[in-house]
Nanobody, 121 residues
Framework: QVQLVESGGGLVQAGGSLRLSCAAS????????MGWYRQTPGKQRELVAT???????NYADSVKFRFTISRDNAKNTVYLQMNSLKPEDTAVYYC???????????????WGQGTQVTVSS
């Protein structure tokens, strides 16, 4: 079994910063991509940022130059440093990881339970 556990969400004023963390645990052989997505009521879940094993990153245009994604491969953990937060960043943020549980096994998609980020104006 695999679990993704997020932490670091909360309430912050516009212009402030938050750091999200997501640790993967359980039966894991390797992790390919890890990333963060977010969702607001009535809208589809959208990509925020992703990072692959080699360190290449991808960001949504709306968060470029404000958010930074990083990962600690030894700890199976991904981080999202969010600076210059805006009210429109308010959402539930979900951690995602593409994980291979055993040698030669399939790569499967896993999600965390979500953490609320609220940015007040």
């Amino acid at each position: 079994q695999v679990q993704l556990v997020e932490s670091g969400g909360g309430l912050v004023q516009a212009g402030g910063s938050l750091r999200l963390s997501c640790a993967a645990s359980g039966s894991i052989f390797s992790i390919n991509a890890m990333g963060w997505y977010r969702q607001t009521p009535g809208k589809q879940r959208e990509l925020v940022a992703t990072i692959i094993t080699g360190g290449s990153t991808n960001y949504a245009d709306s968060v470029k130059f404000r958010f930074t994604i990083s990962r600690d491969n030894a700890k199976n953990t991904v981080y999202l440093q969010m600076n210059s937060l805006k009210p429109e960043d308010t959402a539930v943020y979900y951690c995602n990881a593409v994980i291979q549980r055993v040698v030669g096994g399939p790569m499967n998609n896993y999600w965390g339970q979500g953490t609320q980020v609220t940015v007040s104006s």
